[in-house]
Nanobody, 118 residues
Framework: QVQLVESGGGLVQAGGSLRLSCRAS????????MGWYRQAPGNERELVAL??????????DSVKGRFTVSRDSAARYKNAIYLQMNDLKPEDTAVYYC?????????WGQGTQVTVSS
């Protein structure tokens, strides 16, 4: 059974930083991309950042310059991804979901809450 386990969410003041982690476990086909999406109450799920295997990263317009995605360099943790969030704003408040896109299907994590107070 494939699992994406996220961690690192929490409550932070505006201007602060958080780092989210996501690690995949289980047996799955070739990974084409990993990334992060978020969903605020009443809104649709939106792209935060998506990293493809060749090294290309797409960021959502609202987080460019503030958020950075990185992959784990250790081979045994190749299916791990991190999201460094700096200069957080109240509008960044949402549930953040990790996503893994494989050759056969997509997988989602359970989500981690990020709340930014003003």
């Amino acid at each position: 059974q494939v699992q994406l386990v996220e961690s690192g969410g929490g409550l932070v003041q505006a201007g602060g930083s958080l780092r989210l982690s996501c690690r995949a476990s289980g047996s799955f086909s070739r990974t084409n991309a990993m990334g992060w999406y978020r969903q605020a109450p009443g809104n649709e799920r939106e792209l935060v950042a998506l990293a493809t295997v060749p090294g290309k990263i797409n960021y959502g317009d609202s987080v460019k310059g503030r958020f950075t995605v990185s992959r784990d360099s250790a081979a045994r943790y190749k299916n791990a991804i991190y999201l460094q969030m700096n200069d957080l704003k109240p509008e960044d408040t949402a549930v953040y979901y990790c996503k893994m896109i494989t050759y056969l299907r997509d997988y989602w994590g359970q989500g981690t809450q990020v709340t930014v107070s003003s």
